[in-house]
């Protein structure tokens, strides 16, 4: 509890320094009068001119913010002519990008820089980023006239979605892969135990990977059809703490109206441990969003599968999961998220019969300099049915999991797109089965998607 205080007092000063730091995030008009001719050949459309004026300014002038924010919008309106072929199109957009992007990685506040990178995203076709950014500039409080306008955008990019990838890859230390408590002694059925040298924690550092797609076919004007894969692979030296897992869906998505959609998806879900089949789920999840404001998104997602398990079938039975979310996006560079969930499985084997309470919550905020900080913590709280053997008395099984995570990125640092991301946690299990308490911490190097 003392973790989640913490995290909310930290949360309230950064968010006061993020006022500050946007108020004090302000653009003026240039003293040069170069500037101000690029200024307006842009005005009156004649942006390859302005291009031409700009270009020589842009590495060292005393004014850059303003350089390259004309830069950025004479290029953006470049593509836009009827007469851009595509090659010329794109690296204009390119271009576009990255005089907008050098601007906010020191001065993350400016939303007008923000909202022409969004839209230069979107002429790209790059929908995923260009909302994130759309969505931050709503979080500025946009005048009513491009309030609509954003709207108009997301608005197109939800109906032209078709096809969706991702990628990512990590390198993983981790100082208790298998999970297992310190303790030299412990105690079944009330007698006590010496373990074994080698039953303590192990460590070691492991490679991860991910990636996925989806499909959406058009069925109509508000519905669409999923269809999509994930895989994860995590590794580590020898085989014995290897996991894959393999999931596919396909569903119908109905979009209720600009601001609601669902999707009903049957799932299908596959583990290895060690190189070895372990489980595989058949069921549905259904899946909800609705933004009720300019700031605020919520989600709902639950899923009923019924797990069975290659080695052991006494452990066969349901898993039901249940979570409800939100994001508040309290300035276009801070942003909040909680989580509140519900889990439960019924397998055939009592004692292993759970059922799960969560909670999650943590921010992010970008900050000058072109630092981007995370912090976040998790509370789960399990109570298992039966009599344990690693209790006292024998009495059920209860869990306590806690879960403290930082994360940092350097936007300045990018390769192909995507910047070294470093995730470090904390984490934490007291229960009441001697057995099945652990301490641990794990670190991530992450590469993540730039803007």
Request: proline share 4%; glycine share 8%.
């Amino acid at each position: 509890m003392m973790t989640m205080k913490w995290i909310c007092a930290l949360a309230v000063a950064v968010l006061v320094h993020a006022s500050a730091l946007a108020a004090s995030d302000r653009s003026h008009l240039s003293s040069d009068p170069r500037v101000n001719d690029a200024r307006t050949l842009i005005e009156s459309g004649r942006f390859a001119e302005a291009l031409d004026v700009l270009r020589p300014l842009a590495p060292d002038h005393p004014d850059r913010t303003d350089v390259l924010f004309l830069l950025g919008l004479a290029a953006v309106e470049a593509s836009r002519r009827a007469d851009t072929g595509e090659a010329e199109r794109t690296v204009l957009l390119d271009e576009a990008i990255a005089a907008l992007r050098a601007i906010l990685i020191d001065r993350p506040g400016l939303v007008r820089v923000r909202l022409e990178l969004a839209r230069a995203f979107f002429l790209k076709r790059e929908d995923d980023l260009s909302r994130e950014h759309f969505e931050r500039v709503l979080a500025g409080g946009p005048s009513p006239a491009m309030v609509a306008n954003i709207r108009r955008y997301l608005a197109e990019m939800r109906e032209r979605r078709r096809w969706s990838a991702w990628f990512g890859a990590a390198l993983a230390p981790d100082s208790n892969l298998n999970t297992a408590s310190d303790s030299d002694v412990i105690y079944i059925r009330g007698l006590p135990f010496r373990r074994g040298a080698d039953a303590g924690p192990r460590s070691g550092v492991g490679a991860i990977l991910w990636t996925g797609g989806e499909y959406q076919h058009p069925l109509g004007q508000r519905l669409r059809l999923r269809a999509g894969a994930d895989l994860a692979r995590r590794e580590y030296a020898g085989s014995g703490f290897d996991r894959t897992f393999l999931s596919g869906h396909v569903g119908p998505r109905w979009l209720a109206d600009a601001k609601t959609e669902a999707s009903l998806l049957a799932s299908a879900r596959r583990s290895w441990r060690a190189g070895a089949p372990e489980s595989h789920d058949l069921g549905a999840r259904l899946e909800g969003e609705r933004r009720f404001s300019r700031r605020v998104t919520a989600s709902a997602r639950t899923s009923l599968h019924w797990r069975e398990y290659r080695s052991d079938r006494r452990l066969d039975g349901p898993v039901f999961d249940l979570s409800l979310g939100a994001a508040w996006l309290a300035t276009p560079t801070v942003r909040f998220d909680a989580t509140l969930g519900y889990a439960r499985e019924r397998p055939g084997r009592t004692v292993w019969r759970n059922t799960s309470r969560w909670a999650r919550a943590g921010f992010s905020m970008a900050l000058p300099l072109g630092f981007t900080v995370g912090v976040g913590g998790e509370l789960r709280r399990t109570r298992y049915e039966g009599r344990s053997p690693y209790t006292l008395g024998g009495a059920s099984r209860e869990d306590r999991v806690r879960v403290l995570r930082i994360s940092t990125f350097n936007r300045v640092f990018t390769l192909y797109g995507y910047s070294p991301r470093l995730v470090l946690a904390n984490e934490a299990r007291d229960s009441n089965a001697q057995l099945h308490d652990y301490k641990r911490n794990r670190a991530e190097l992450r590469f993540v998607r730039q803007f």
